[in-house]
């Protein structure tokens, strides 16, 4: 049996309702997101339900466009993200193992690519 330990947080931000200072979608702390570093992503509902995960050679820039693409799975359900985790993984093999891992295990609920418990 292989033993898989999720990497540490790096980054968690929340959004904000009727945020002051300038935000991307409601989070005013989407700049300590890494902008030039690789990893996986994660977006969780107000109910801590896991929704979506991704990973990405470059996250900020990954992120962003799941909120803005037309093409994202999570379009239609982008207002439902009330917090992002961010965890920095710089290999690519790695990143890949993390994301299938985490999306079954804790049965993320928009991922339709690499689901094994349908």
Known sequence: MINIT???LDVT???QNNPE???IYGFTDFHLIPRDKGG???????????????KARKLR??????????V???KMHRDEVTKIEVCVVEDPVHREIY???ILNEQKSKYNID???YK
Do not use: A
């Open 6 to 8: 999720i990497p540490k």
């Open 72 to 74: 994202s799975p999570i």
């Open 21 to 23: 200072l300038s935000n």
């Open 99 to 101: 994301e299938t891992y």
């Open 61 to 70: 820039q990954r992120i962003k466009k799941h909120f803005e693409d037309t």
């Open 40 to 54: 996986i992503f994660m977006f969780y509902n107000n109910n801590q339900d896991l929704l979506f995960v991704g």
């Open 114 to 116: 690499k689901v094994f």
């Open 13 to 15: 931000i929340t959004k």
